[in-house]
């Protein structure tokens, strides 16, 4: 599918929507609690058919936080970058996709384990990297540790 | 010519010497004292020389040198090896079953011990020549299985307790092709002591005087004797890759040492007792009626066509561990019940056909 | 020599391991650490015991292989005697084999010699 | 009553500790399986033991020293790994390397997949038992880490690449010494299959073992040799070409069995067409600047990228969101081995532990790369 027909197909289904201009990708922020719904929309619909999530992230931004989805499909060959928008800080959390891509099972435990948001209906959620006892997330941009971090 | 290299002249000079200042009883213990000691030292020199060989046999299949530093062309090396074995602490673990833990060395190297007693070096070179002496040598050899359980389950670790039910359902499985293929040429000698079946080789070994039956037993006998002793590729009990050290996981120092050794032994009886079935034992090689080459073979010591076939055997089972990889368990099995018995019980009833017609030489 | 010479040699591997074991502890280094005493696994403590009830898949071996083991002790005076007795003991052999085979072949019917 | 004696025969589900020290976790992977006799029941990774968090050092570092960090994840493949955040950062400044780096990274590339493979080539022979194997598979990586040594200084954490270009010139050496050891290697890479490939132990161990279906493969986002033995087209080189791989012919290795003999097969047969890459390469590198300008300080403008490359184990993928400053805002490695570390559980359920070491053998983990 073509990136302005992806687009349209995004805006379709959640109509609130910011799709960025120029990226590399087409690229769609939306909101969290929409965000399962579109993708096993995207997934599933023979038209897009985004079979594989090659990356989940999460970032953290000033105000709030995202997921970040970079879905592939192998058989259309096109790419479509969904950021689920998570408008807190505080106890962020979103639904699993581990029901639509099972990769998505190990790298949401990281995202869990980094990032401290949380995946509803996760079957394991648990810390991945990081002992079980670890008291915050590293990778928030606010996250102090004195013993084992140099500070620039 | 043939009395030069005949070990019994030795052997009964030394008794007629005791005597002459001994008392029967005296002479006896004394003799058993120096058979004891002899076979001491054989053992631990038969450990240094086969570690040092195993280990530049692998070498030369892995194009590297091996050991090269202790000693020339690391020759003192397992010497080395035996006095930091020596220092090492032994640990036992707390868990371990203490008393088990430290009889199973005992066990396995006295099977191993034992074995050794009825092998025939050379004529007149032997230290007990049984009638019964191929049962002997199966029974007895295969007690070394109780050892490996017992230090498997002894040392209450999870790998250990794998790795010695690996080796309990491997060794006894294997233990049946063994004394089948065995038996196969008892059905041509008619006798099960040793040294009556070297003597029945001296006109050609029974592996080309028995035909095919023959070598088909001496193949079966080769892959199980390997899995008999637990090497690769059947080392499963072991099994680094899965099981970290499998059985002897636990041990350290000595004790894992003894293991070692008694591995080494294992491979040598086993060795030993192929040669001596199929390859004529100390029998030279003899040719038909090429009667100069019979000659020139006859000058050759038997103990240097003993030691010249074990050497063969003990090579060809090296080569093996050495180039294949290792079979799963389910596999290995399938190997002995599906494949090896049946085969086995065939090939005894063609031998024994033949054994019936007269169509062996 | 008789066969009560055995004895020397038992003695011999109770001699050799013993005495093995007592030079090592003369010159072994002793020291005490909890740790070192724990069973190996790959550096976690263990969980639970490894003396558990085990799979069945060895016994079954184990006892498929004590039937054959005691028939092959009926084969070994066989093998001995089997070139005096002529044609005799081979038509016998022949029958042993066969109630033998019938076995093993039930056993692989069954499923037994088949690793689950 | 049957049911009563079945259950009384079962043994008791027990747990083991395979690692984090264990021979064949190739480094400190710890996997705790629950075991049934020897078969598997569940097998559940735990990993972390080399976390060093170095996303969260990226956040910290100029773009010129994150490209060092990345040799420590996968560093059987770093050079590709270098090459992925280059191509990145490349990316976000618009800036065009010249033709003669691109054809420099491609073939160190392959060279480094080449070594990589050997590498698993000699482990996967000793997983299984047949240590002869190792020595071989060094043997031939050998003479590619002296080419390294040669041309970047380091034979394993190379770091020759810089975001523009390269840190410094080929080696005057570097051509005719990769002809002889492609020359070297074709006569070798029989030997690889007489020793180990047609073994008839080693195909009874691998054939139809720890199958993954392709829709699995895509599922769980199993990318590399591994993905594609089970059929999942998934050669970044050839769906997404960078350097120079739009100007070589290859093949994309595809198998559709998905046990762990395909996935040996994929890899013996991609060392292949390494080798042809390489051929066609080495005498073409055309002259030229080994580095486009770049600053000295790297600022990107503000934007996201996301670059892609193939390393010796999957696809591996820089996500790079800037803000403008020097370094970046956040910065994702999408490492090949973790996706294909998830899919191990759904291929070993059911095998048996010497099944497992074998398939942990061809998934070929690099814990460093996993951990990040």
């Known amino acids: 599918m073509e990136s302005e027909a992806l687009k349209e197909f995004v805006l379709l289904r959640v109509p609130e929507a910011e799709i960025s201009q120029g990226a590399q990708y087409v690229q769609a922020v939306v909101p969290s609690e929409k965000a399962h719904t579109l993708l096993s929309e995207l997934k599933s619909n023979p038209q897009t058919s985004f079979d594989y999530l090659f990356c989940l992230t999460g970032v953290d931004w000033p105000q709030h936080m995202e997921v970040v989805y970079h879905l592939k499909s192998t058989s259309l060959n096109h790419m479509v970058v969904i950021k689920a928008k998570i408008n807190t800080r505080e106890n962020p959390e979103t639904d699993t996709v581990c029901d639509i891509w099972r990769t998505a099972e190990f790298h949401e435990r990281e995202v869990f384990d980094l990032f401290g948001i949380t995946f509803r209906n996760h079957p394991d959620l648990r810390r991945l990297l990081l002992t079980d006892d670890w008291v915050g997330y590293p990778l928030r941009k606010d996250y102090v540790d004195n013993v084992n971090m140099i500070a620039y | ?361 | ?116 | 009553m049957d049911e009563v004696i079945a259950q009384a025969l079962e043994s008791q589900e027990y747990f083991i500790n395979m690692g984090p020290q264990h021979p064949s976790t190739h480094g400190v992977l710890r996997l705790v399986l629950s075991l049934d006799g020897e078969i598997i029941r569940k097998v559940e990774p735990h990993i972390g033991y080399i976390h060093r968090s170095i996303e969260k050092m990226c956040e910290h570092d100029s773009y010129q020293q994150i490209v060092h960090l990345t040799d420590r994840m996968d560093y059987l493949s770093c050079h590709i790994n270098n090459e992925a955040v280059c191509l990145a950062v490349e990316m976000g400044l618009q800036v065009e390397v010249p033709e003669r780096v691109k054809v420099i990274r491609t073939i160190i590339g392959e060279l480094t997949r080449l070594s990589s493979h050997q590498l698993w080539w000699g482990v996967m022979g000793m997983d299984l038992g047949a240590i002869t194997t190792f020595l071989y598979g060094f043997r031939d990586r050998e003479m590619i880490t002296d080419i390294f040594e040669e041309t970047c200084g380091a034979r394993l954490t190379m770091n020759y690449n810089v975001p523009g270009g390269l840190m410094f010139d080929i080696h005057p050496n570097f051509q005719k010494r990769t002809k002889e050891f492609v020359t070297h290697f074709r006569k070798k890479l029989p030997e690889y299959d007489d020793l180990l490939s047609n073994n008839v132990i080693f195909r009874e161990r691998t054939i139809g073992i720890g199958k993954l279906s392709k829709e699995d493969a895509i599922s769980y986002g199993v990318t590399g040799p591994t993905g594609r033995a089970s059929g999942f087209s998934c050669d970044v080189r050839k769906h997404h070409p960078y350097s120079a791989y739009d100007k070589v012919q290859f093949n994309e290795i595809l198998r559709t069995e998905g046990d762990c003999f395909a996935r040996y097969q994929c890899r013996i047969a991609e060392m292949w067409e390494s080798l042809s890459i390489i051929e066609q390469l080495i005498d073409n590198i055309p002259e030229g600047p080994f580095k486009a300008p770049t600053k000295a300080v790297i600022k990107l403008p503000k934007g996201e990228w996301y670059q892609k490359v193939e390393t010796a184990r999957g696809e591996f993928g820089v996500y790079i969101i800037s803000e403008g400053q020097k370094s970046p805002y956040r910065l994702k490695f999408r490492s090949p081995g973790f996706s294909n570390l998830s899919a191990l559980d759904h291929m070993a359920r059911g095998a048996k532990i010497a099944d497992l070491v074998a398939i942990m053998s061809t998934i070929d983990l690099v814990i460093p790369d996993i951990d990040r």
Not at chain 2, 97 to 105: I, S, V
Not at chain 2, 248 to 273: C, D, R
Not at chain 3, 8 to 18: D, P, Q
Not at chain 3, 61 to 75: M, N, P, S
């Open chain 2, 1 to 361: 010519m043939k009395a030069l290299y005949d070990f019994s002249y030795l052997t009964n000079a030394i008794h007629q010497w005791l005597s002459s200042f001994l008392s029967p009883n005296g002479v006896m213990i004394t003799e058993m004292i120096l058979v004891g000691l002899a076979f001491m030292l054989f053992f631990a020199v038969l450990g240094l020389v086969l570690v040092y060989a195993e280990r530049k046999v692998s070498a030369f299949f892995q194009q590297r040198l091996g050991p090269m530093r202790v000693g020339k062309w690391g020759t003192a090396q397992t010497i080395a090896d035996v006095i930091k074995l020596l220092m090492k602490e032994p640990i036992i673990n707390k868990e371990a079953d203490r008393f088990l833990f430290n009889l199973a060395p005992y066990i396995i190297m006295m099977a191993a011990f034992m074995a050794m007693a009825a092998l025939p070096f050379a004529r007149g070179l032997q230290a007990l020549d049984f009638d019964i002496g191929i049962l002997y040598v199966a029974a007895v050899s295969s007690l070394g299985v109780i050892g490996i359980l017992l230090a498997g389950w002894s040392s209450n670790n999870k790998y250990s307790l794998i790795g010695a039910m690996r080796a309990g359902a491997q060794i006894i499985s294997y233990e049946l092709s063994v004394a089948l293929s065995l038996l196969t040429i008892v059905v041509l000698t008619g006798s099960l002591q040793l040294s009556v079946i070297v003597e029945s080789q001296a006109d050609g070994w029974w592996l080309f005087k028995g035909h095919i039956p023959a070598m088909i037993a001496f193949l079966i006998f080769l892959i199980a004797s390997t899995a008999e002793t637990n090497r690769g590729p059947f080392d499963l009990a072991e099994a680094e890759s899965e099981l970290t050290a499998g059985f002897h996981t636990e041990y350290s120092g000595l004790k894992f040492a003894f293991f070692f050794l008694a591995e080494f032994a294992n491979m040598f009886i086993v060795s030993a007792i192929g040669a001596t079935v199929f390859l004529g034992g100390w029998m030279p090689l003899h040719i038909g009626n090429w009667e100069g080459f019979n000659a020139i073979m006859d000058y050759i010591p038997p103990i240097f066509w003993f030691f010249g076939k074990v050497s063969f055997m003990i090579f060809l089972m090296m080569w093996f561990r050495w180039t294949f990889p290792r079979l799963r368990i389910d596999q290995l099995l399938t190997l002995e019940w599906k494949y090896l018995l049946p085969i086995n019980l065939v090939n005894i009833l063609v031998m024994a056909f033949i054994g019936l017609v007269g169509w062996h030489f």
């Open chain 3, 1 to 116: 020599m008789g066969s009560e010479a055995l004895v020397i040699f038992f003695i011999c591997a109770l001699i050799m391991v013993g005495a093995g074991i007592l030079v090592s502890n003369l010159l072994a280094p002793k020291s005490k650490n909890l740790q070192k005493e724990e069973p190996y696994e790959c550096g976690i403590p263990t969980q639970g015991t490894a003396w558990i009830q085990f799979r069945v898949g060895y016994y079954l071996f184990a006892i498929i292989f004590l039937i054959f083991d005691v028939e092959t002790v009926f084969i070994f005076p066989w093998a001995v005697g089997m070139k005096q007795a002529g044609l005799a003991a081979f038509i016998e052999i022949v029958i042993f084999f066969l109630v033998l085979g019938l076995g093993l072949l039930y056993a692989w019917k069954k499923k037994a010699l088949t690793w689950e």
